[in-house]
C-alpha cells in the first residue's frame, strides 16, 4: 500500500523536473572539459544538480534532491556513452597497431569492454549499499541517486583518461 502511494507521488513529482532537463548538458559538458582548471573536471560534478535543488521550487525536498541528483547523472551517463566508445575506438587503433607483431597484446579493445561491464556490475552493487544503509529512511533516496551520479561521472572522466595516457 505505501509503495504504491510512493510511486504515484515519483510518477507525478517527475514532471516537475523534467522541464529544465536541457539545463543538464551543457552545465555538465562545461564541467567535463574543465581538465586543466584547479581541481579538474571533479571539482564540478554535483554543480548542476545544486543549481536544481536551489532553483526548483521542489529542490530542497528529499524527492526533489532525488530528481535533481538523477538529472545530473543522466547528462554525465550520456558523456559516459560518448567517452566509452570514443575509448573503445581507441582501443581497436592500439590493436589494429600491434595485430601483425604482437597479436598477443592486441586485446586493449575486449578489455575496455570487460572493465566496463564489470564496472555497471560494481556501481550497482555499490550504489544499492549506499541505498540499503539508509534502511526505511527518506536518505536513501538522496545517497543512492548521489552515488550513481559520482560514480558515472568519475567512470566518464577516468575513461577519457585512459585515452590520454599514451597522447
Given at each position: 500500500m505505501?509503495?504504491?502511494?510512493?510511486?504515484?507521488?515519483?510518477?507525478?513529482?517527475?514532471p516537475a523536473f523534467?522541464?529544465?532537463d536541457w539545463l543538464y548538458a551543457p552545465m555538465v559538458d562545461a564541467c567535463s572539459a574543465r581538465a586543466d582548471q584547479a581541481g579538474?573536471?571533479?571539482?564540478?560534478?554535483?554543480?548542476?544538480?545544486?543549481?536544481c535543488m536551489q532553483g526548483e521550487p521542489d529542490g530542497e525536498t528529499t524527492v526533489g534532491m532525488?530528481?535533481?541528483?538523477?538529472?545530473?547523472?543522466?547528462?554525465?551517463?550520456?558523456?559516459?556513452n560518448d567517452e566509452y566508445q570514443q575509448t573503445r575506438d581507441f582501443a581497436r587503433a592500439m590493436d589494429a597497431e600491434d595485430q601483425e607483431?604482437?597479436?598477443e597484446y592486441a586485446v586493449r579493445a575486449e578489455q575496455v569492454l570487460e572493465a566496463q561491464r564489470a564496472w555497471i556490475t560494481f556501481r550497482d552493487a555499490n550504489c544499492?549499499?549506499?541505498?540499503?544503509?539508509?534502511g526505511a529512511g527518506s536518505m536513501r533516496q538522496i545517497a543512492g541517486a548521489d552515488c550513481h551520479l559520482q560514480m558515472t561521472?568519475?567512470?566518464?572522466l577516468a575513461l577519457r583518461a585512459y585515452r590520454d595516457i599514451i597522447r
Amino acid at each position: 500500500m505505501i509503495r504504491g502511494h510512493i510511486a504515484i507521488i515519483l510518477l507525478f513529482a517527475a514532471p516537475a523536473f523534467a522541464d529544465d532537463d536541457w539545463l543538464y548538458a551543457p552545465m555538465v559538458d562545461a564541467c567535463s572539459a574543465r581538465a586543466d582548471q584547479a581541481g579538474g573536471p571533479q571539482s564540478c560534478i554535483g554543480e548542476a544538480a545544486a543549481a536544481c535543488m536551489q532553483g526548483e521550487p521542489d529542490g530542497e525536498t528529499t524527492v526533489g534532491m532525488m530528481f535533481c541528483l538523477l538529472d545530473e547523472r543522466d547528462a554525465w551517463d550520456a558523456i559516459l556513452n560518448d567517452e566509452y566508445q570514443q575509448t573503445r575506438d581507441f582501443a581497436r587503433a592500439m590493436d589494429a597497431e600491434d595485430q601483425e607483431l604482437f597479436p598477443e597484446y592486441a586485446v586493449r579493445a575486449e578489455q575496455v569492454l570487460e572493465a566496463q561491464r564489470a564496472w555497471i556490475t560494481f556501481r550497482d552493487a555499490n550504489c544499492t549499499m549506499e541505498y540499503g544503509v539508509w534502511g526505511a529512511g527518506s536518505m536513501r533516496q538522496i545517497a543512492g541517486a548521489d552515488c550513481h551520479l559520482q560514480m558515472t561521472a568519475d567512470r566518464a572522466l577516468a575513461l577519457r583518461a585512459y585515452r590520454d595516457i599514451i597522447r
